[in-house]
């Protein structure tokens, strides 16, 4: 039996301003069959980047954090071609509201990456990783 990843999704405090974000950083493409008031998507090679408001805590039988408050427990990692790929995305997101945590710098496991706390406070790296 295989399996895929058909979603990935964080909850964020407006799905709107979520997908504008990293569409307009990673030129992705949006899911529009599934947009709603409470949800928005793009798709990544296949997989749904998501994008829950704050209904989707109730829908999933989840406490609702504090104020402010989204705590960095998951992020995720964008694959870029190359070096300068990273440093181009890495001012993108800067640009489009991100604040850089770190970086761009070699990782002691060779990678060129940033990490990139986005509008919603969601960790993310900006990766390459030459295999």
């Known amino acids: 039996m295989g399996v895929r990843l058909s ?11 979520s997908v504008e974000f990293y569409r307009d950083v990673f030129d992705l493409d949006e899911v529009t069959d599934l947009a709603s008031p409470h949800f928005r998507g793009l798709w990544v090679e296949g997989t749904v980047l998501g994008f829950s408001g ?21 992020f995720l990692t964008f694959e870029a071609e190359d070096r300068a790929a990273v ?10 509201g ?7 710098a070699e990782t002691y496991y060779g990678a ?8 919603d406070g969601h960790v993310l790296r900006v990766n390459f990783l030459p295999l």
């Open 54 to 74: 704050p209904h989707a805590y109730e829908l999933l039988a989840l406490p609702v954090p504090p104020d402010g408050e989204t705590g960095v427990d998951t």
């Open 98 to 104: 991100g604040t850089v945590l770190a970086g761009p």
């Open 7 to 17: 979603f990935a999704s964080l909850l964020v405090a407006d799905p709107d301003a």
């Open 112 to 119: 060129w990456q940033s990490v990139v706390r986005d509008p």
């Open 87 to 96: 440093d181009a995305l890495t001012e993108r997101a800067v640009a489009h």
